[in-house]
């Protein structure tokens, strides 16, 4: 071969190289199989334990749902709300969602999807790819922020990516534990999923009158979403977790009382300690209604699902309370109405509703609304192109332009109350759809940082 020809493989060799480099689309089917993987990791061999499977054939077309809650007589701007006039709501809602499962959950069987012979529930795709926190194979688990003990006992300091630092002043070095969770959608929610993620795996968006949007938000009415939160905390530890659940789980491996890889997983036990709701309700000024039930094993019911006791609702994020303006104009809250309960709970900033294992110094409704999405295959940067959802400086301590918009009133298809975030798309309140966004755009955008843990397409 003479050198000529050489140098002329080289270029072409150079050339194309450099056009598959520079194209950002991934082959359909390798998306496909890493948006509706199952977990990130796989059973042991010989494992004879429960395995997850995730629930991803959505409906195609728009369901029915019943939602016997939405004709209960509520009131959303009433500036004093009892629990009296919410709990037979949240009562119809929790029929709805606790309807043909096992009122124990044992690890064997887990969530049931099928109710009635038909799927009741559905999961979220791309969350089985993050190494670092994405599902486990047991139950579909994915990892959250870390709870130490005082948020379990009286409220006290609270939470920690996956480690937990003394406090300097106080010596003061709590346990930490971990937090798994897996949440669903019934069929209306799941028709909703579908259009956003068909069976490409590919989120598929459109331009309209300037603004990106998702197909197939917003949600309809009808859509109920349930997250179950389980901790690493057992009894011994937090006395009202006697009689939880035993689910097994590959949760990530104990270094200490107060630390965990980040990476690396190992069998364990988790225990319920917390079941998220959201619904989808026109009457509300957020057009979302969210609730939270607690499990409090010293109530009298014979199984864990009688057990479980609702915290209270929240259907807005009270803008007229502090931080959202200054402590002096500050307003009693009447978009959280809170439930009497008998367990120890920190709730959310200024007692906007948060369960135990939440942050105390956000919300439900006030974190859920930040959820936006970056236009594909953009990444997504927090306080760059999207809301930061929680961890901005001075939340919940003190009025600043920050808390004003995190904790205002809107709704879709409205985009953030900043004007910061206009290109963004707007989820509604989806933060599970914002990370399947998140994890595609880190699949297929070349620039994405190096993950802190191996990808699931990466071993
Ligand atoms: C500090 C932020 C934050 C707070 C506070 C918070 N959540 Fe979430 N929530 C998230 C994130 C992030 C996700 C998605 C990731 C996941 O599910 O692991 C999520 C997921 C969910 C889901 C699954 C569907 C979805 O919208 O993504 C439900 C339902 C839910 N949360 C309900 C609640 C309820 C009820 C409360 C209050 C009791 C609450 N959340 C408080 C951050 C928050």
Redesign the pocket.
């Known amino acids: 071969m003479n050198s000529k020809r050489i140098l002329y493989i080289l270029v072409l060799l150079c050339l194309v190289s450099c056009v598959f480099q520079e194209t950002p689309e991934a082959d359909e089917s390798e998306t496909a199989v890493a948006a509706f993987r199952d977990s990130v990791d796989a059973p042991p061999a010989g494992w004879n334990g429960p395995v997850f499977e995730l629930s991803h054939d959505y409906p195609q077309e728009k369901p029915d749902c019943e939602a016997p809650w939405l004709n209960r007589n509520v009131d959303f701007q009433d500036p004093n709300p009892k629990w009296e006039d919410w709990a037979p709501y949240v009562q119809d809602i929790i029929e709805y969602i606790l309807e043909g499962q096992d009122p124990n959950l044992p690890d064997e069987t887990g969530w049931l999807n099928s109710v009635n012979g038909e799927t009741r529930w559905y999961h ?1 795709p791309w ?1 089985a790819y993050d190494g670092e926190r994405g599902r486990e194979f047991a139950h579909g688990l ?1 990892n ?1 922020l870390s709870t130490a003990l005082p948020a379990f006992r009286d409220g006290g300091r609270g939470s920690g990516k996956h480690i937990f630092e003394a406090d300097l002043e106080t010596q003061d070095n709590p346990p930490l534990y971990e937090t798994w ?1 897996v ?1 669903m ?1 019934n069929p209306c929610g799941a028709w909703s999923l579908g259009q956003a993620f068909p069976a490409s795996g590919m989120p598929d968006t459109y331009a309209e009158n300037g603004r990106n949007f998702a197909r197939g938000m917003p949600f309809q009415e009808g859509t109920v ?3 179950l939160l389980n901790t690493t905390a057992d009894e011994t530890a937090v006395p009202y977790l006697k009689g939880s659940t035993n689910w097994q789980t590959n949760g990530h491996i104990q270094l200490s009382a107060t630390e965990y890889d980040k990476c690396e997983r190992e069998l364990r036990s988790v225990h319920l300690v917390q079941v ?3 619904v989808v309700d026109s009457r509300s000024p957020t057009r979302w209604v ?3 039930l607690a499990y409090d094993g010293n109530l009298p019911g014979e199984n864990v699902l009688d057990r479980l006791t609702p ?1 209270g609702v ?1 259907f807005g994020n009270d803008r007229g309370t502090f931080p959202a303006v200054p402590e002096s104009d500050s307003q009693p809250l009447h978009e959280t109405v809170l439930a009497p309960i008998d367990i120890p709970e920190h709730y ?1 900033c200024q007692n906007r ?3 135990v294992v ?2 105390p110094n ?3 409704v ?3 609304m930040g ?1 936006f999405a970056a236009v594909p295959p953009e990444l997504n940067k927090q306080g760059e192109n999207v809301p930061a ?2 961890n901005f400086d001075g939340i919940c301590t003190e009025y600043n332009e920050a808390n004003a918009d995190y904790f205002m009133d809107y709704q879709y298809p409205d985009s953030y109350p900043s004007g910061d975030f206009d290109e963004a798309i707007p989820l509604d ?7 399947a966004f998140t994890q595609y755009a880190n699949f297929v955008n070349p620039d994405a940082p190096a993950p802190a843990c191996p990808n699931a397409d990466s071993e």
């Open positions: 979220v969350m994915t959250e969770s949440g959608y979403v349930i997250k998220d709701i959201a969210y609730s939270t915290l929240q959310g509703l948060a369960g939440d942050q956000s919300s439900c006030s974190c859920h959820a959802i929680f309140s989806s933060l599970q759809l914002a990370v």
